[in-house]
C-alpha cells in the first residue's frame, strides 16, 4: 500500500532519531515509497538546524541520517550523490561529472568534478565523414560520448578538506540499498519505458527492463549487487579504485569496444584525472530594498553568468514594478524576462567554454556582469521581441571565437544541504543525457558529457569556436549550483539549483527572482510555471499560462513555443527559526531536516 508522502517522511525521521557522535555512522533502511512522476503538489518542509534536498526521497534521507549523526555538509553530499547513484541513474552517478559549490562559514568554493576530454579526442570527434556534424541521438550512444568522470575525485577534494565522518562510512547507505534492493519509482519506470536507445546496451537491458521487454515494475524491488561491490572497493580503497584497475579497465573496455560508436577514452585518461578547486563567481542583486550577494559556479559552466546576466538586465528595466498576476508572471514581465534571456544567451554561445583553454573577454569573466556592460545590454529590449539577439562587446573588444550553433543538453539533479554548522552546498551533478551514453558497466552508467561540446569546430569562415572539442578540455555546462548571502551580514540566505540542461539557468533564474524579488517562500517560487528563451522561441510550460498571456507576448512578435520544461528545482531559504526547503512537483525529490 502506498503510505502518504509525509508518512513517510516522519516515519524515516524515527528510524534516524539517534543521534551518533562524529566519528561513527549507523545506517537504517527506510521505508520505501512509490514516488510518483508527473506533478505531485509539494508543502515545503521547516527544520530548525540543517536540511537536505535531494531529487530522491532514499537519497534526502541518506544526507539526512549522516547530517543527524554529526556530519558536514560535504558528508550528506556524497552519501546522497551514492545513492543517486542507485535510484536515480537516468540523471547522475559516479559515471558523470559534478559541480559542488561549498560555504565554510566565511568564504564560498567552487569544487569543480567536470568531466574531461581524452586526450586522444579532437575537434572532429562529432564530425561525420563528410565534415558534417553527426545527429545528436547517433553522437550520444554509445563509447563515443564518454567523457573522463570526474565526480568521486572531486568529492573527494572536498570531503579531505571539511569531511567529519570516515569517507568509508558514506558509502553505506548506498551499498546496503544496492544489496538490500530498492523500490523502484514511478519516474524511472516511465523514463525507461520512454527511452528508445537503453535497451541497446545488452548490461542495461538486463538490469532496467523484465525479459518480457517491459521495464521493472513500479514498486518492485530492485538489486544491484555489482554496484555495491564497486561501492565498497571505493569506500575502502579510496577512488583510486575507480580511476585504476579491473574497474577503470571495464570502463575503457565498455567505451572503446562499442560494436558501432566506440569512443577514445584510454586508461592513462581515467588515471591522470584532477578536479580542481576555482574561485566563484557572485553578482550584486537588489530585491525589495535589500542587497543580496548570489554566488554560482564559474566557467567552464555557463550558469551563473547568464543567471547574473539575466537578473542584472532585468534591474536595468522596470522589471520590479511587475508583480505576479492572480499567482503567475504577466505578460510585461515575461517579454523583459525572455529578452534579457535572449542577450545572455547570445553573449553565452560566444564567449563561455573551459578557462583552461579559452581567455575570457576584456581579460575577465566579471566583464560580462558589468553593471555598465548589462545596462548597454538593457537598452536593446524595446517593445516587440529582438527574436534573436546578437552577442554584446564588453570592454569594446571583438571576440576572437565564433558564436556556437545551439544544440539541445538534457540531464542532471541537484542536492542543496546545510549542516547543523552553517556549511552548506549547492551541487549540481550529472551524466548529461537521460541515461547518458546508455553504456552500463559494473552497476553504473557511463555518462555522454562531451556531446556539450559544439559538435562544429568552426563556424562558415573558419573562425574558432570556443566550446569546441579539444583533448583535455572540459565541456560548457548549464548548470548553475547558487548560493545566496546578505550583503550586509555575510550571512546565507538560500542554497538552489536545478537538472534540465540549458534551462537549468531559467529555472534556477525564477527561483532566485520569485524569492528575491516576490518574496516568495523557496516552495512557491519553485511551483512557479517555467518559462524562458534560449535565443530563440519564448518558451512557456504546457498548460500553465492562461491563453491572454500567450496572445499577449505574440502580439509583440514572439514565437510561443509551448512544452513540457520538467525542472527538478531543489532551494533551501533561511527563515527566522531556522530552515525552509523545497522541492520540485515536477519529480519525486523531498527536504528533511531537523
Not at 553578482?283 to 564559474?298: E, L, N, S, T
Request: charged share 20%.
Amino acid at each position: 500500500m502506498r503510505r502518504p508522502l509525509l508518512t513517510w517522511l516522519a516515519a524515516a525521521s524515527l528510524l534516524a532519531a539517534c543521534a551518533s557522535p562524529p566519528s561513527r555512522f549507523d545506517y537504517t533502511v527506510p521505508q520505501q515509497p512509490e514516488a510518483p512522476s508527473g506533478f505531485t503538489a509539494k508543502p515545503g518542509w521547516a527544520s530548525s538546524r540543517f536540511a537536505v534536498a535531494a531529487a530522491n526521497p532514499l537519497a534526502t534521507d541518506a544526507g539526512y541520517q549522516v547530517l543527524k549523526a554529526g556530519g558536514s555538509a560535504i558528508d550528506a553530499a556524497i552519501a546522497v550523490q551514492m545513492v543517486l547513484t542507485l535510484v536515480e541513474p537516468q540523471s547522475s552517478g559516479i559515471g558523470g561529472g559534478a559541480f559542488l559549490l561549498h560555504f565554510n562559514g566565511r568564504e564560498v568554493e567552487a569544487f569543480d568534478g567536470r568531466e574531461t576530454a581524452p586526450a586522444a579526442a579532437d575537434e572532429r570527434l562529432f564530425l561525420a565523414a563528410d565534415g558534417k556534424p553527426l545527429p545528436f541521438a547517433e553522437a550520444v550512444v554509445g563509447g563515443r560520448s564518454v567523457g573522463v568522470p570526474g565526480t568521486l575525485r572531486m568529492l573527494e577534494m572536498a570531503h579531505r578538506q571539511y569531511g567529519r565522518l570516515p569517507w568509508a562510512a558514506l558509502f553505506q547507505p548506498a551499498i546496503r540499498l544496492a544489496e538490500q534492493g530498492f523500490r523502484v519509482s514511478a519516474r524511472l519506470n516511465t523514463l525507461a519505458k520512454g527511452d528508445a536507445h537503453l535497451q541497446k546496451d545488452p548490461v542495461a537491458k538486463a538490469y532496467f527492463f523484465q525479459p518480457n521487454g517491459e521495464p521493472v515494475a513500479v514498486g518492485s524491488t530492485l538489486r544491484n549487487p555489482e554496484l555495491a561491490a564497486v561501492l565498497r572497493r571505493v569506500a575502502n580503497e579510496g577512488p583510486g579504485a575507480f580511476y585504476t584497475g579491473e574497474i577503470a579497465q571495464a570502463i575503457v573496455d565498455k567505451v572503446q569496444r562499442h560494436p558501432g560508436n566506440p569512443g577514445k577514452l584510454a586508461l592513462s585518461d581515467l588515471a591522470g584525472y584532477q578536479p580542481k578547486k576555482r574561485a566563484p563567481i557572485c553578482h550584486d542583486h537588489r530585491a525589495r530594498a535589500k542587497d543580496y550577494r548570489v554566488c554560482g559556479f564559474p566557467p567552464p559552466s555557463s550558469g551563473a553568468i547568464a543567471v547574473g546576466q539575466i537578473l542584472g538586465i532585468l534591474a536595468q528595466t522596470n522589471a520590479d514594478t511587475l508583480p505576479l498576476v492572480d499567482g503567475l508572471p504577466s505578460a510585461d514581465w515575461l517579454h523583459l524576462y525572455t529578452e534579457a534571456a535572449r542577450l545572455a544567451f547570445a553573449d553565452r554561445g560566444l564567449y563561455l567554454a573551459d578557462p583552461d583553454f579559452v581567455q575570457p573577454p576584456a581579460g575577465s569573466w566579471m566583464s560580462l556582469l558589468d553593471p555598465a556592460y548589462l545596462r548597454t545590454r538593457a537598452a536593446l529590449i524595446g517593445a516587440q521581441s529582438m527574436k534573436t539577439a546578437q552577442p554584446g562587446t564588453p570592454g569594446q573588444r571583438a571576440a576572437r571565437y565564433a558564436p556556437s550553433p545551439e544544440q539541445v543538453e538534457y540531464g542532471t539533479s541537484h542536492i542543496s544541504i546545510v549542516d547543523a554548522q552553517g556549511n552548506a552546498i549547492a551541487m549540481t551533478t550529472t551524466i548529461e543525457d537521460q541515461f547518458g551514453a546508455r553504456q552500463m558497466v559494473r552497476g553504473f552508467l557511463l555518462n555522454n558529457e562531451l556531446t556539450d561540446f559544439s559538435f562544429a569546430p568552426a563556424d562558415a569562415q573558419g573562425r574558432a569556436i570556443a566550446n569546441r572539442v579539444q583533448p583535455g578540455k572540459r565541456p560548457r555546462s548549464s548548470m548553475a549550483p547558487t548560493l545566496v548571502f546578505d550583503k550586509a551580514t555575510g550571512q546565507l540566505v538560500m542554497s538552489g539549483g536545478s537538472p534540465g540542461g540549458a534551462l537549468i539557468i531559467h529555472y534556477t533564474a525564477k527561483t532566485l527572482y520569485g524569492v528575491l524579488n516576490w518574496g516568495l517562500n523557496a516552495q512557491q517560487a519553485i511551483d512557479l510555471p517555467n518559462f524562458g528563451s534560449n535565443n530563440g522561441p519564448t518558451l512557456l510550460e504546457q498548460r500553465r499560462f492562461p491563453a491572454g498571456v500567450v496572445q499577449a507576448l505574440q502580439s509583440r512578435a514572439h514565437e510561443v513555443r509551448e512544452q513540457d520544461m520538467t525542472s527538478g528545482l531543489q532551494a533551501i531559504q533561511r527563515t527566522p527559526t531556522g530552515w525552509f526547503g523545497g522541492a520540485d512537483p515536477r519529480r519525486e525529490g523531498v527536504v528533511m531536516g531537523d
